[in-house]
């Protein structure tokens, strides 16, 4: 195991197949996919592209059949669970759509509770400044049942980051949430990349969501079949609605969003003048996302 690397998050050429004989599912296909430290990915896709298949495997929740995983430079793969637990522990944060959080602990509890499982100090005042820092710094000694939607939410958030993961993986997080208490999240997600250089990897089905992070990976049929830097809501929510449109007839041409692997979607060229170390690679794509942007104000088509 080393840990250099210019990428918080590499996966080469994963497979991954659930069940055995005629009812095997193929969930990843062969994907390659490299993110950059401090850049916020979002993994969108029709339900049962292999979003979450993907995110399991990133995570070392799941084990791919074959290929490679390799997180902050650590290879996942190789890893036996003992290794994998510690480097869960001090490496990823995750926030749920369920929130996840301990119900019999209090705020300040539940953010500390990752830090005490992996046997390290917790400073309390970091704890007091993190959750402050997002909103809920007169909320430390209340229980999440006493929390909204939203709050709780934030809390999950500040555990996640506590330990300055090199990566936080979000499954969707704001898939429980209301319009407003979303967009708190997602810009308190935004600000983590833009102001702490926090690395996130945020599936998600909604295209305001999406359109939040520097580049969207978009699957089909456990592949990676586009992608998309600079998103904004109505690109991602069009790229979505072809990728769930129903299979034509054959005869008639394929929906222009599922293409081979080894496409370059135009999207997805890298622009002049952008380092391709600060760029997300995907397999057989020209790399893609810009670094991230400090203080990055371009969520105007949804008002927000
Ligand atoms: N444990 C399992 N056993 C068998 N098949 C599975 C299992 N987990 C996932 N699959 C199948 O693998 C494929 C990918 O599933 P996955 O959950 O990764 O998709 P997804 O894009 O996250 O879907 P959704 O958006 O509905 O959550 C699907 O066909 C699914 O039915």
Redesign the pocket.
């Known amino acids: 195991m080393t840990n250099k690397t210019t990428h918080a998050l590499e996966l080469h050429d994963v497979t991954k197949r ?2 055995a004989g005629d009812t095997a ?1 193929t ?1 990843l296909d062969r994907v390659s996919l490299s993110i950059p430290h401090g850049t916020f990915t979002a993994v969108m ?10 995110l399991h495997c990133a995570a070392g929740l799941d084990r791919p059949d074959s290929g490679s995983v390799v997180l902050d430079g650590y290879e996942l793969t190789d890893a036996d669970e003992t290794a994998l637990t510690r480097l869960r522990r001090e490496r990823m944060g995750f926030v749920f759509q369920s929130f996840n959080l301990v119900p019999t602990l209090t705020v300040a509890q539940n953010v500390a509770l990752p830090l005490e499982f992996a046997g390290r100090r917790v400073d309390e005042r970091e704890v007091r400044g993190l959750l402050s820092r997002l909103g809920l710094g007169d909320r430390l000694d209340h229980r999440p049942a006493e929390l909204s939607g939203g709050q709780q939410q934030r809390v999950a958030i500040a555990r996640a980051m506590l330990s300055r993961p090199a990566v936080v993986f979000a499954d969707e997080p704001t898939g429980a949430l209301d319009t407003q208490a979303a967009r708190d999240v997602l810009h308190i997600l935004r600000e983590a990349v833009d102001a702490s250089g926090q690395t996130i990897v945020m ?1 998600t ?1 909604d295209p305001v969501a999406g359109a939040y992070a520097d580049a969207v990976v978009f ?1 089909s049929d ?1 592949r990676i079949v586009d992608s998309m830097t600079r998103p904004d809501p109505a690109s991602v929510a069009a790229r979505m609605a072809r990728l769930s449109a129903p299979v034509r007839p054959s005869g008639h041409a394929p929906p222009s969003a599922v293409r081979p692997s080894g496409h370059v979607p135009s999207s997805a060229v890298r622009q002049s003048g952008q380092a391709p170390s600060s760029s997300v690679r995907t397999s057989g794509h020209a790399p893609s996302a810009p670094a991230p942007q400090n203080g990055r104000a371009r969520h105007g088509g949804d008002g927000r």
């Open positions: 659930h069940g599912v969930a896709g029709p339900s049962g592209s292999g979003k979450s298949t993907l599936v089905h699957f456990g």
